[in-house]
T-cell receptor, first 113, second 115 residues
Framework: AQTVTQSQPEMSVQEAETVTLSCTYD???????LFWYKQPPSRQMILVIR??????QNATENRFSVNFQKAAKSFSLKISDSQLGDAAMYFC??????????FGAGTRLTVKP | DTGVSQDPRHKITKRGQNVTFRCDPI?????LYWYRQTLGQGPEFLTY????????KSRLLSDRFSAERPKGSFSTLEIQRTEQGDSAMYLC?????????????FGEGSRLTVL
């Protein structure tokens, strides 16, 4: 079975500080994709960042970066210079070989002004 | 707007009634997914289509649930004889099989409340 685990139900960060959200996954596949999605309250899920498993280089999108450790099956999200608009549920997701996407339970991020 | 659209956004129904949700994917996307999300949880996979073919169904999709995508464009998700446990947000997403990144594009969801 392929599962995604987010061990932090809630996280809090001070505005302008850095926070890291954790994610581990379980798979027997060698080729897959990993994602972080953001879901603001009562709003739709939007993609934050993606990582292809065959790429060793960690993905970066502006203030968002990942630490991808393939052997450890770990995929953490770092948010730098946190902003009030970053407050949301963050979901780690995994998709093997272009099949269906599986999600973790999510981490609720609060940003304190 | 060329995003994924879902209708209705909210549905309140009495236990035992049937409900139907509609999803219109991004026009050039040939894959369409249905997920269920309960409060404080991540989306749970229900089923997905490639064009009009339903390729995978989760065990979560009981006999009371049926999904269709008759012409490979919009899709409907019907729940028959609703139960209180069906109360959830039903999310639709689409993607392009040719797209190498696997990203799903989500609609805003249809929230179901069963009284």
């Amino acid at each position: 079975a392929q599962t995604v685990t987010q061990s932090q139900p809630e996280m809090s960060v001070q505005e302008a500080e850095t926070v890291t959200l954790s994610c581990t996954y379980d798979t027997s596949e060698s080729d897959y994709y990993l994602f972080w999605y953001k879901q603001p309250p009562s709003r739709q899920m939007i993609l934050v960042i993606r990582q292809e498993a065959y790429k060793q280089q960690n993905a970066t999108e502006n203030r968002f970066s990942v630490n991808f450790q393939k052997a450890a099956k770990s995929f953490s999200l770092k948010i730098s210079d946190s902003q009030l608009g970053d407050a949301a549920m963050y979901f780690c997701a995994y998709i093997p070989n272009n099949n269906d996407m599986r999600f973790g339970a999510g981490t609720r991020l609060t940003v304190k002004p | 707007d060329t995003g994924v659209s879902q209708d209705p956004r909210h549905k309140i129904t009495k236990r035992g009634q049937n409900v139907t949700f509609r999803c219109d994917p991004i026009s050039e996307h040939n894959r369409l997914y249905w997920y269920r999300q309960t409060l404080g949880q991540g989306p749970e996979f229900l089923t997905y289509f490639q064009n009009e073919a339903q390729l995978e169904k989760s065990r979560l999709l009981s006999d009371r649930f049926s999904a269709e995508r008759p012409k490979g464009s919009f899709s409907t998700l019907e729940i028959q004889r609703t139960e209180q446990g069906d109360s959830a947000m039903y999310l639709c997403a689409s993607s392009s099989f040719r797209q190498s990144t696997g990203e799903l594009f989500f609609g805003e969801g249809s929230r179901l409340t069963v009284l």
